[in-house]
């Protein structure tokens, strides 16, 4: 998968102008793991090849974290690619309040 990731990454920072400025929000699919990967794209102004950056978002994060720095990086001309980290996105937490609310409940 982080291949395929950063072959995708390099294609699209070679991107015309088509698509120069878009922000694109997509859930691509993992089929080795059969799962999908939520992500979100930022293509910068301009015409020809970007230098690329991927954000990686923190414990309980998501493809919408880091937008500011998502924009800031798209306006200096860099193709942003934000990714999503099935299980340890915002659903990591919902398993655990499961449990608290059980063990609440049986007190």
Request: proline letters at 9%.
């Given at each position: 998968m982080q291949r395929r990731i950063l072959l995708a990454i390099a294609s699209l920072a070679s991107l015309g102008a088509a698509a120069a400025g878009s922000v694109l929000t997509e859930d691509w699919t993992d089929p080795a793991r059969n799962r999908v990967?939520?992500?979100r794209l930022r293509l910068?102004?301009?015409?020809g090849p970007a230098p690329a950056?991927?954000?990686?978002?923190g414990l309980?994060?998501?493809?919408?974290?880091?937008?500011?720095?998502?924009r800031a990086l798209a306006k200096a001309g860099f193709v942003v690619l934000h990714l999503q980290h099935p299980g340890t996105d915002s659903t990591l937490w919902q398993g655990r309040m499961d449990v608290g609310a059980a063990l609440m409940a049986a007190v």
């Open positions: 990967l939520p992500v910068p102004q301009g015409r950056v991927l954000l990686s978002h309980g994060g998501s493809r919408d974290g880091l937008g500011y720095l998502g």
